[in-house]
C-alpha cells in the first residue's frame, strides 16, 4: 500500500522518535508498504516519520541509481534503531532533495564515511562503515530520526532566501507524482 508521506511542517517531523521491539506491530506489513513507497515516489531513502510514524526506521533502495552506478544493483537495506556512532572528518559538499520538501534542492555538507549501529528487519544487529552516496543518504535519512532535516544544514542566507518555498511546502501548495500530506 502506498503510504503519504507528510511534508515539511507536519509535526511528526520534528518529535522525538522512540526505539521499536520485535513486537512492533505489523512490522513486516509496513516495511513492504514503505518500500513500495519509496519506489512509487522515485526516491533513494524514507524514513518512518515522513510517513507519520515517530519511530527509529529508516530504509534506503538505491536500486534507481543502478543505470549510472551497477554496484548498487540490488541495493536496499533497513535500519531499525540505528545509531551513527563515529563520522569521518573528511566532508562533501553535495546537493540534497527530500521526499518531504519537494521542488527544493540544496547543497549540504556531509561526513564522506559514517560508522553505524542498526538492526535489520530481522533484527540483526550489524555495526559497519559506509562511504559516498549510501553514507550520505544515511547520515540524511538519520537525521529524520533527529528531528533534523536537512535545510536545517543549509547557509541561514539560503534559508532566508527559500523561505517562500517552504511555506508553499507547508501549505501543501506543490506537484508531487506521489501522495502527500500536508497542514490545511
Known amino acids: 500500500m502506498i503510504l503519504p508521506i507528510y511534508l515539511y511542517g507536519q509535526a511528526v517531523l520534528r518529535k522525538e522518535t522512540e526505539e521499536i521491539t520485535t513486537d512492533y506491530p505489523n512490522l513486516p506489513q509496513l516495511l513492504e508498504n514503505m518500500y513500495e513507497t519509496l519506489v512509487k515516489s522515485e526516491g533513494v531513502g524514507l524514513a518512518a516519520p515522513q510517513v507519520g510514524l515517530a519511530i527509529r526506521l529508516f530504509i534506503l533502495d538505491l536500486r534507481p541509481l543502478a543505470d549510472e552506478e551497477p554496484q548498487y544493483k ?3 537495506k533497513t535500519f531499525i534503531n540505528p ?5 569521518s572528518d573528511e566532508t562533501d559538499t553535495s546537493e540534497e532533495g527530500c521526499l518531504s520538501i519537494p521542488g527544493i534542492h540544496e547543497s549540504v555538507a556531509r561526513s564522506k564515511k559514517v560508522l553505524i549501529n542498526y538492526l535489520d528487519e530481522n ?7 559506509f562511504e ?5 543518504a544515511i547520515q540524511h535519512e538519520y537525521d529524520h530520526l533527529e528531528q533534523k532535516m536537512f535545510v536545517d544544514r543549509i547557509n541561514p542566507i539560503r534559508k532566508q532566501l527559500i523561505k ?6 507547508i501549505k501543501g501548495r506543490v506537484y508531487c507524482d506521489y501522495k502527500t500530506k500536508a497542514q490545511r
Open 74 to 76: 540490488d541495493y536496499t
Open 83 to 87: 545509531e551513527i556512532i563515529e563520522y
Open 132 to 136: 559516498g552516496f549510501p553514507a550520505r
Open 123 to 129: 533484527f540483526v544487529e550489524h555495526e559497519e562503515w
Open 164 to 169: 517562500a518555498k517552504l511555506s508553499n511546502v
